[in-house]
């Protein structure tokens, strides 16, 4: 039970404040992943479009998973292997499939180290929507 209550504060206190448009400013350095999965499902449940823009690493990237998500061409994202196999696995699913061939083949989920994407790259190459007026 208090796991519940612990995850409503998180998903309040991760949520944008009323009148602000949904993005990822805010949550550019990552963190854990299980806390970025209720702001997903939230994203999803509401269908609110939701920008990633600026500096997006780690678990931040897991905002791809988010359907009505849009990505600025100079936001950019980066990408490595978790602290874990499980977080790894929960960054990792948040991606499309042309993402997920290209991090394989370049092995970025294997290793820290950073592997990073331009947002015109994400638009272009992986085929994610880009932000109107971005």
Not at 55 to 76: D, K, N
């Amino acid at each position: 039970m208090r796991w519940i209550a612990n995850l409503a504060v998180a998903a309040t206190v991760m949520a944008p404040a009323p009148g602000h448009a949904a993005s990822s400013a805010g949550y550019g350095q990552g963190g854990r992943t299980k806390d970025f999965l209720p702001l997903v499902q939230q994203y999803n449940r509401s269908g609110e479009q939701f920008r990633i823009s600026g500096h997006c690493q780690s678990a931040c990237t897991m905002f791809l998973a988010i359907r009505s998500v849009c990505i600025e061409p100079s936001a950019r994202l980066l990408f490595h292997a978790g602290e874990n196999g499980i977080a790894t696995s929960r960054m990792f699913n948040s991606y499309n499939g042309r993402l997920k061939a290209h991090l394989t083949a370049v092995k970025a989920m294997e290793t820290p180290a950073f592997h990073a994407i331009s947002g015109r790259e994400m638009v272009r190459k992986f085929g994610y929507r880009a932000c109107p007026g971005g």
